[in-house]
């Protein structure tokens, strides 16, 4: 009999343990089938990245076709003697993304499919550190769902499902982060000392955060919030069980392993590119970015925390504002980016003086200094190079930490809503603040379904080369164009000379697309140094081969084409069904005696 009862109630405490941890698991899978639902339908349409990545998507497909020997190297035809290549180092970027390629490209992964998994994977390795970290606050399960429902539409955004964004890395890394420094400072019960096994241990922490900026520049700024709060910690901590001579000493030690990956590399920019940092390329170049002096700048830092949390919220509310009030001006434009982030910036310092007692001391020092100590060097930054980071890109470099902001502040409105029926006059502030927070996420959520549908819709019936996405050459349907270039091309000499209607800053997948050598008006971030009014010559026989857009032909083909001497004739190919572009084509003739020399 007491066998029976035994078993019964085994039995009862094992479905008991299931049930619950089913329930812990449910939000982990309403954010897999919802992001998995946008990556599943995303991948029948074709794809796109940010322009940032073709280059280095270009000199990973250089190296592995043999045409440069070292990675992350860029080959261009050289402006002197167009029959032959000049190599640039990349520094602009964090070489470490060509280095990620590389091994999915070599065993033919096509470059559509590449991204995607890489976004998938890091945005969901991700999104499961951030909702580890809603149950460590101990987030109720309705709420974690709710994040997990907010964390799957960041996948139609930065997450990756239609766009690749390189921000997507470091919001795979940063949770994790996180949790590094939750575990070794903030919940830490033993005493820190000098002993070697703690020294290489505060080395390590320091190498492994420090090595993201070989993966994204911007996302090292985040890492040096970190590194400001175990300095701060161990100055708090040295009256109770670590010294503040030995503190500091193991803060050293941390603060050089942070450093070592970024001096490494800065050391190779130097020795390869001759440049020490994209610092040092983007104070060469001519920015004049409005409000990064003065009161400007004062808006713009104190709206990009705003920004930064709605994560897409100028795209929402900005555009529809510049429309109604026909803005075309940059200067008013920012001005009222940052007018819409302060009212965001607002609602954080409210939500965070009001729930500050709710958090503990470490917790909220931590969320200071990894939150904010980035917008404060790119301050600094927009000040000293005139390119206003805290508004143009700010949605994009603070991607992979600002959700914990969200976070908290999601912790603090169910602590809000939990206790409200009871003091809902005393908190009719913070209520009224919770209730916006609520509408203007569903607002953002609405919008970013509808920007899917139209984007898939979009591109349903186009019919792609490489299933990369490329409108400026066709609406409806690349793959005739660049098939009729391949056609075109006679030698690995020739060239393919781009001009669209965009800047060669913004060529993304056009440059991917076509395998040949390439040329544009001008260089891009100091790589290729082309001035768009040199003359260009080869002392071999090429194939020149212009694709103009149809709506510029007419002013800039006599231009472009004057700039090869050595044409004799040019020839224009048969219209393109559905193309935005036409063809011309010209062999570029060389004196027989040079040609033999």
Request: hydrophobic fraction near 50%; glycine fraction near 6%; charged fraction near 15%.
């Amino acid at each position: 009999m007491n066998d029976f009862f035994l078993n019964q109630y085994q039995r009862v405490l094992s479905d008991w343990i299931l049930e619950e941890h089913r329930k812990n698991l449910f939000p982990y899978f309403v954010f897999f089938v919802l992001s998995g639902l946008f990556f599943g339908i995303s991948s029948f349409v074709p794809y796109e990245f940010t322009p940032d990545i073709s280059y280095q998507l270009k000199s990973a497909i250089q190296f592995l076709h043999g045409e440069t020997r070292i990675v992350n190297y860029f080959a261009y035809p050289n402006p002197n003697n167009i029959s032959q290549n000049s190599y640039a180092w990349i520094a602009w970027w964090s070489p470490g993304i060509t280095l990620l390629f590389l091994p999915f490209m070599a065993i033919g992964i096509p470059i559509a499919a590449m991204l995607r998994l890489i976004a998938y994977m890091s945005f969901g390795v991700g999104c499961v550190g951030w909702l580890n970290l809603a149950r460590f606050l101990k987030i109720n399960i309705k709420t974690q769902t709710i994040f997990a429902i907010i964390l799957a539409l960041y996948a139609i955004t930065t997450g990756g499902a239609i766009h690749f964004y390189v921000d997507v890395l470091p919001f795979g890394i940063m949770p994790w982060f996180i949790f590094i420094v939750l575990k070794n400072f903030t919940l830490r019960r033993k005493p820190w000392n000098l002993h070697p096994s703690q020294i290489t241990r505060m080395i390590l922490m320091g190498l492994i955060l420090g090595s993201i900026y070989w993966i994204k520049y911007s996302a090292f700024l985040i890492v040096l919030g970190f590194v400001l709060y175990v300095f701060v910690y161990f100055c708090l901590q040295a009256s109770k069980s670590t010294s503040r001579r030995d503190g500091l000493i193991l803060f050293s030690f941390f603060g050089l392993g942070v450093l070592v990956p970024a001096a490494l590399l800065s050391i190779i920019h130097k020795f390869l590119g001759g440049v020490a940092s994209a610092v040092s390329q983007m104070e060469a170049a001519s920015f004049n970015s409005p409000n990064t002096q003065g009161i400007g700048l004062f808006y713009s830092l104190l709206g990009s925390p705003g920004l930064a949390l709605f994560n897409n919220i100028e795209y929402l509310l900005g555009g529809s504002l510049y429309k109604f009030f026909n803005i075309a001006d940059a200067n008013a434009v920012e001005l009222n980016k940052a007018l819409i982030g302060i009212v965001g910036t607002i609602i954080i310092a409210l939500y965070f003086i009001y729930f500050k007692k709710k958090f503990s001391k470490k917790i909220i020092l931590l969320w200071l200094c990894v939150t904010f100590t980035p917008f404060l060097i790119l301050a600094y930054l927009a000040y000293t190079i005139r390119y206003n980071f805290l508004i143009s890109q700010i949605t994009r470099f603070m991607f992979p930490v600002f959700t914990f902001t969200l976070l908290l502040l999601i912790k603090c409105t169910e602590l809000q809503f939990a206790s409200s029926y009871r003091s809902i006059r005393k908190n009719i502030l913070i209520n009224g603040l919770g209730l916006v927070v609520i509408v203007i996420y569903v607002l953002i959520g609405s919008h970013s379904l509808a920007y899917f549908a139209k984007k898939v819709a979009i591109k349903l019936n186009y019919t792609s080369f490489q299933d990369l996405y490329s409108p400026y050459v066709s609406s409806s349907n690349s793959k005739g164009f660049f098939g009729t270039i391949q056609s075109t091309v006679t030698s690995p000499k020739d060239i393919v000379y781009l001009k669209l209607p965009i800047s060669e800053e913004e060529i993304s997948s056009e440059r991917v697309d076509i395998v040949n050598r390439t040329l544009g008006d001008f260089g891009c971030c100091n790589i290729i140094p082309i001035n768009d009014d040199i003359t260009l010559t080869t002392s071999e026989s090429l194939r020149v081969i212009i694709a103009i857009a149809k709506t510029l032909e007419q002013q800039e083909l006599s231009r472009i084409q004057s700039r090869f001497p050595q044409a004799e004739s040019w020839i224009r190919l048969p219209d393109i069904p559905d193309a935005e572009v036409n063809i011309w084509f010209s062999d570029l003739q060389v004196d027989s005696r040079q040609d033999t020399m």
